[in-house]
């Protein structure tokens, strides 16, 4: 790039910036833009073209073109040379436009004489704005400067739609963050909420993208990349001395991170673009804006990542060069959603219960983000697409996370219509609430035990609000899945304890350690194994390596300290998995008492029944273990051999088919024939019309997620069971393959 191009690039920002500052309607700004453009860059026409809305791009300024056709010529996403440029993200550079793939000739504008056409997107933050073109009668391809140069234009068209520079009565020109916007994304954890945005990490805003002093902006920019090398440094000084696999992988993100700081292209580009005119932060956010565009197209997961770390490095660097630090001086609204792109379960659990719900861009619904949400019963939604660049702190924002919809912004009818929903639900929790302290008993008399799920203590308010029968089932990986390093012993019996505490003498069923398969902890090996569900998970690696499985339940008897004591061994799929993990815990016992530790006055040791091996065990078995549960979530998809976290084959099978169905019945029926104690703590028992077969089937204690009590002992407390069994009956006799229509219609019947 030579002096003279910067210079005249130069000058062409000065004198946008000019145009900018002088009063006037948006239009008239956008129309004098126009006119400067073309005037600089010697062409005949100059135009722009915003979104208006997601698929519909529209003229709104041009000189040169017929300005009859203003606001009236329109096209869709990928038609004609400009809805190219603003689908592919890409410039397009053509001395020769109309014979180029996908032009089309719009009369309106009389534009067949001009060959030669230079169109780029407007774009910020990888958000899609509109199209800058240049055209001229000369057929001829535009030099790369020409090319940099328009993109250096477009970057300051974008951050001033941005500040709402061209909106304006006659121009019809929608102000960016102010149109509803909706969001289909996919359910984290269910439930509505409505509140205002607060950003985890709130933008940074760029109020003056052009450089008054081109010499001090890149002063600026030079020293905040120092700053930034040094805190990279910092941070992986302190991150040197960890271990384990999360530790390495922060590792490689802080390397990554190290690597952009000192890549020399990064700044290269950077310092090019301030030469060019631009100032500091809108030449880091050019930049972060061309990465942001990449990561929409690249599907290389590893790649992706990288450009999320460039990502987050701009955002390092605009905070120190605007000087905001993480501190921006937002407060948290009283009704907050959060919005982030993703978020940690540590950071999240931090928040805690004043959050109304929350919104990700990112995450999945085994993500650590969404067990945090669960246990804090907050309705999240993920996979919400460009939610951090819509949405501004303090916008309105409703969350429906039954359905995974975001509404941003929301116009009268939605936020009625979700009124409406809220509540409904209120509604519905009131009445869930009168019928607290109640049993779920059955018209016909039959009282069934309703326990909770549970594994933060987070979750464990909900034992009172729910009226909760104690705790079914306490996943103890969830403490170790949140963290970065193995807790340790003490820790883990100073929380036993605290859950016991709370549990105020409600029975509480810890699970041991349950890892494997979906569940890996982030700093053990995770191991390669064609099929993990069926693979090294749960008791398997406890008995391999029972090293953890004794801390464990050394921890459980400290915390019980001469307190009744229940603990469950997950996937025994065996009798003798069961035993070998019970002469464990005996070994255990004998150490604790030889160490002079008190001893549980009274000790449960159950098995879960998770895969269909275990329900034809032998009696012995039925007669050893002092309970079972039943762990519907594994067992079903053993059963019909259908991943439960592949959503292609998990819903194709009811949990309601008569096969599933009879295999409970046998497993409650063998459990009866010895006077063992069964429960079903799947998510299926959360389900009210599930929850009523399986009672039909014979299952006197359920344990679900604390939300889905109420729902249950509703149902329940309206039905009889003998009717109930006798309408499975009749379907099994015709040959019905699910009886949900069977139950369904007799329901709607009464
Ligand atoms: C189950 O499999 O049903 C169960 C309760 O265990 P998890 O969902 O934790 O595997
Ligand atoms: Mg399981």
């Given at each position: 790039m030579t002096?003279?191009t910067k210079s005249?690039?130069?000058?062409l920002l000065?004198r946008l910036r000019?145009?900018?500052a002088?009063?006037?309607e948006?239009?008239e700004r956008l129309?004098r833009i126009?006119q400067?453009?073309?005037?600089?860059m010697?062409?005949?026409?100059?135009?722009?073209?915003?979104?208006?809305d997601?698929?519909?791009l529209e003229?709104?300024a041009?000189?040169?073109?017929n300005?009859?056709?203003?606001?009236q010529?329109?096209m869709?996403l990928g038609?004609?040379?400009?809805g190219?440029?603003?689908k592919t993200?890409?410039?397009?550079n053509?001395a020769?436009a109309p014979?180029?793939?996908g032009?089309r000739f719009?009369?309106?504008?009389g534009e067949?004489?001009?060959?030669?056409?230079?169109g780029?997107?407007?774009?910020?933050?990888g958000?899609?704005?509109g199209?800058l073109?240049?055209?001229?009668?000369?057929?001829?391809?535009f030099t790369?400067?020409e090319v940099?140069?328009?993109?250096v234009?477009?970057?300051?068209?974008a951050?001033m739609?941005e500040?709402?520079?061209?909106?304006g009565?006659?121009?019809a020109?929608?102000?960016?963050h102010?149109?509803p916007?909706l969001f289909?994304?996919g359910?984290?954890?269910?439930g509505?909420?409505?509140g205002h945005v607060?950003?985890?990490?709130?933008?940074?805003?760029?109020?003056?993208?052009?450089a008054d002093d081109p010499?001090a902006?890149?002063?600026r920019?030079?020293n905040?990349?120092d700053?930034?090398r040094v805190?990279v440094?910092?941070?992986l000084?302190?991150?040197g001395n960890?271990?384990?696999?999360?530790h390495?992988e922060?590792?490689?993100?802080l390397?990554?991170?190290?690597m952009?700081?000192?890549?020399?292209?990064?700044?290269?580009?950077?310092?090019?673009d301030?030469?060019r005119?631009?100032?500091?932060?809108?030449a880091v956010?050019?930049e972060q804006s061309?990465a942001?565009t990449r990561m929409?197209?690249?599907t290389?997961?590893?790649?992706r990542e990288?450009?999320?770390?460039?990502?987050?490095?701009s955002?390092?660097?605009l905070?120190?060069l605007?000087g905001q630090?993480?501190?921006?001086g937002?407060?948290i609204?009283?009704?907050?959603i959060l919005?982030?792109?993703?978020?940690g379960?540590a950071e999240?659990l931090?928040y805690?219960?004043?959050?109304?719900?929350?919104?990700?861009?990112?995450?999945s619904?085994?993500?650590?983000?969404?067990?945090?949400a669960?246990?804090?019963a907050i309705?999240l939604v993920?996979?919400?697409?460009?939610?951090t660049?819509e949405a501004?702190?303090?916008?309105h924002?409703?969350v429906d996370?039954?359905?995974?919809?975001?509404h941003?912004?929301?116009?009268?009818?939605?936020?009625?219509?979700f009124k409406?929903k809220i509540?409904?639900?209120a509604?519905?929790?009131?009445?869930?609430?009168?019928?607290?302290g109640k049993?779920a008993?059955?018209?016909?008399?039959?009282v069934?035990?309703?326990?909770?799920?549970?594994g933060?203590?987070?979750?464990?308010?909900?034992?009172?609000?729910s009226?909760a029968?104690?705790v079914?089932?306490?996943?103890t990986e969830l403490q170790?899945?949140?963290?970065?390093k193995?807790?340790?012993?003490?820790?883990?019996a100073a929380?036993?304890?605290?859950?016991i505490k709370?549990a105020k003498g409600?029975?509480?069923?810890f699970?041991?350690?349950?890892?494997g398969?979906?569940k890996v902890?982030p700093?053990m090996?995770a191991?390669?194994?064609?099929n993990?569900?069926?693979?090294?998970?749960?008791?398997?690696?406890g008995?391999?390596?029972?090293g953890v499985?004794?801390?464990q339940?050394q921890a459980l008897i400290r915390?019980a300290n001469?307190r009744p004591l229940t603990v469950m061994?997950?996937?025994?799929a065996q009798?003798?998995?069961?035993?070998?993990?019970?002469?464990?815990?005996?070994?255990?016992?004998?150490?604790?008492?030889?160490?002079?530790?008190?001893?549980p006055?009274?000790l449960e040791?159950?098995?879960?029944l998770e895969?269909p091996?275990?329900?034809?065990?032998p009696?012995k078995?039925?007669e050893?273990?002092?309970?079972?549960?039943?762990?519907?979530?594994d067992?079903?998809?053993?059963?019909f051999?259908?991943?439960?976290?592949?959503?292609?084959?998990?819903?194709?099978y009811?949990?309601?088919?008569v096969?599933f169905?009879?295999l409970?019945?046998r497993?409650?029926?063998r459990c009866n024939e010895t006077g063992?104690?069964v429960?079903?703590?799947?998510e299926?028992?959360?389900?009210?019309?599930?929850a009523?077969?399986f009672?039909?089937?014979?299952?006197r204690t359920l344990?679900?997620?604390p939300?889905?009590?109420?729902?249950v002992?509703s149902l329940?407390r309206?039905?009889n069971?003998d009717?109930v069994?006798?309408?499975?009956?009749?379907?099994?006799?015709r040959?019905?393959q699910s009886?949900?229509p069977?139950?369904?219609?007799?329901?709607?019947g009464?």
């Amino acid at each position: 790039m030579t002096d003279s191009t910067k210079s005249k690039s130069r000058t062409l920002l000065g004198r946008l910036r000019e145009a900018l500052a002088e009063e006037g309607e948006g239009q008239e700004r956008l129309d004098r833009i126009t006119q400067i453009i073309a005037e600089s860059m010697e062409c005949e026409v100059c135009s722009i073209y915003l979104f208006r809305d997601d698929e519909t791009l529209e003229l709104c300024a041009t000189q040169g073109l017929n300005p009859e056709s203003v606001h009236q010529t329109r096209m869709r996403l990928g038609e004609g040379l400009v809805g190219r440029v603003a689908k592919t993200s890409h410039v397009v550079n053509t001395a020769d436009a109309p014979s180029s793939r996908g032009f089309r000739f719009m009369p309106e504008t009389g534009e067949e004489v001009f060959p030669s056409f230079l169109g780029v997107p407007i774009q910020r933050l990888g958000e899609r704005l509109g199209v800058l073109v240049v055209q001229s009668r000369e057929a001829r391809k535009f030099t790369d400067d020409e090319v940099y140069a328009l993109e250096v234009v477009a970057m300051v068209v974008a951050e001033m739609t941005e500040l709402g520079a061209f909106v304006g009565e006659g121009a019809a020109l929608s102000a960016r963050h102010q149109q509803p916007v909706l969001f289909r994304g996919g359910v984290g954890q269910e439930g509505a909420a409505q509140g205002h945005v607060y950003l985890h990490e709130a933008r940074v805003v760029v109020t003056n993208p052009i450089a008054d002093d081109p010499q001090a902006e890149l002063a600026r920019l030079r020293n905040a990349v120092d700053t930034l090398r040094v805190s990279v440094d910092d941070m992986l000084a302190t991150a040197g001395n960890g271990a384990g696999a999360e530790h390495k992988e922060q590792m490689q993100v802080l390397e990554t991170y190290r690597m952009f700081a000192n890549s020399k292209g990064w700044m290269r580009r950077m310092e090019e673009d301030i030469a060019r005119g631009l100032s500091a932060e809108a030449a880091v956010e050019k930049e972060q804006s061309t990465a942001r565009t990449r990561m929409g197209q690249v599907t290389d997961a590893y790649l992706r990542e990288r450009l999320h770390d460039l990502d987050d490095l701009s955002n390092r660097l605009l905070r120190i060069l605007t000087g905001q630090g993480n501190n921006t001086g937002v407060e948290i609204p009283d009704d907050p959603i959060l919005v982030a792109r993703n978020i940690g379960p540590a950071e999240l659990l931090e928040y805690g219960r004043k959050l109304r719900g929350i919104v990700l861009e990112e995450g999945s619904v085994g993500s650590h983000a969404a067990i945090v949400a669960r246990a804090l019963a907050i309705p999240l939604v993920i996979n919400a697409n460009n939610v951090t660049t819509e949405a501004l702190n303090g916008d309105h924002i409703m969350v429906d996370g039954d359905q995974g919809i975001v509404h941003l912004r929301p116009d009268d009818n939605v936020v009625e219509a979700f009124k409406d929903k809220i509540a409904m639900l209120a509604k519905e929790q009131e009445r869930y609430a009168s019928i607290r302290g109640k049993p779920a008993e059955t018209l016909d008399g039959k009282v069934i035990t309703l326990a909770m799920n549970a594994g933060l203590m987070a979750d464990l308010p909900s034992l009172e609000s729910s009226g909760a029968d104690g705790v079914g089932l306490f996943r103890t990986e969830l403490q170790f899945l949140i963290r970065n390093k193995m807790p340790k012993r003490a820790e883990l019996a100073a929380l036993y304890s605290r859950v016991i505490k709370a549990a105020k003498g409600q029975r509480v069923v810890f699970r041991t350690l349950d890892i494997g398969s979906d569940k890996v902890l982030p700093y053990m090996k995770a191991q390669e194994e064609p099929n993990p569900a069926l693979g090294w998970r749960a008791i398997r690696v406890g008995l391999d390596k029972p090293g953890v499985m004794r801390m464990q339940l050394q921890a459980l008897i400290r915390a019980a300290n001469g307190r009744p004591l229940t603990v469950m061994f997950p996937f025994v799929a065996q009798f003798e998995e069961y035993c070998a993990a019970h002469s464990h815990l005996d070994r255990v016992l004998e150490r604790e008492a030889a160490l002079g530790h008190p001893i549980p006055e009274k000790l449960e040791v159950g098995a879960m029944l998770e895969t269909p091996s275990l329900a034809f065990a032998p009696r012995k078995f039925f007669e050893e273990v002092d309970f079972i549960s039943i762990g519907g979530n594994d067992l079903k998809q053993f059963f019909f051999a259908a991943d439960r976290e592949n959503e292609r084959v998990r819903q194709r099978y009811d949990t309601l088919n008569v096969s599933f169905l009879s295999l409970i019945e046998r497993i409650v029926e063998r459990c009866n024939e010895t006077g063992t104690p069964v429960s079903f703590c799947g998510e299926d028992a959360g389900r009210p019309i599930e929850a009523l077969c399986f009672a039909a089937m014979g299952l006197r204690t359920l344990s679900m997620r604390p939300a889905s009590i109420g729902p249950v002992k509703s149902l329940l407390r309206r039905a009889n069971l003998d009717q109930v069994k006798a309408v499975i009956d009749e379907a099994r006799a015709r040959g019905d393959q699910s009886v949900r229509p069977a139950i369904m219609g007799w329901l709607r019947g009464r």
